[in-house]
Nanobody
Framework: QVQLQESGPGLVKPSQTLSLTCTVSGGSITTNYYYWSWIRQPPGKGLEWMGAIAYSGSTYYSPSLKSRTSISRDTSKNQFTLQLSSVTPEDTAVYYC??????????????????WGQGTQVTVSS
């Protein structure tokens, strides 16, 4: 059973950098062919994919967030991290990490997700 757990500060001041860590157990973040993803949900809104780091270490980002998003990993700790710079109150959301994969049988190149963290609330406020 794969488990993911988000951790990091719940309150961030505007203009600062939001930093979160996802700790993975029950499976290696280097296992073919998974994409370790960050997804967020602002209050009253839908899920928004932010980006992912692949089993190979390659990174992929949402075009709307790419300029201020960085995802990295520490394979020795089986962790991957999210950094979102220059945050504003619009970045207030529940942030999730999840394991993604591509199901070619569905006719889509987008990710499907089989395991999720519980989510962590991050509030951007002064």
């Amino acid at each position: 059973q794969v488990q993911l757990q988000e951790s990091g500060p719940g309150l961030v001041k505007p203009s600062q950098t939001l930093s979160l860590t996802c700790t993975v157990s029950g499976g290696s973040i280097t296992t073919n062919y998974y994409y370790w993803s960050w997804i967020r949900q602002p209050p009253g809104k839908g899920l928004e994919w932010m980006g992912a780091i692949a089993y190979s270490g390659s990174t992929y980002y949402s075009p709307s967030l790419k300029s201020r998003t960085s995802i990295s990993r520490d394979t020795s700790k089986n962790q991957f991290t999210l950094q979102l710079s220059s945050v504003t109150p619009e970045d207030t959301a529940v942030y999730y990490c999840a394991r993604g994969y591509i199901d070619y049988g569905l006719g889509s190149m987008g990710y499907e997700y089989d395991y999720w963290g519980q989510g962590t609330q991050v509030t951007v406020s002064s």
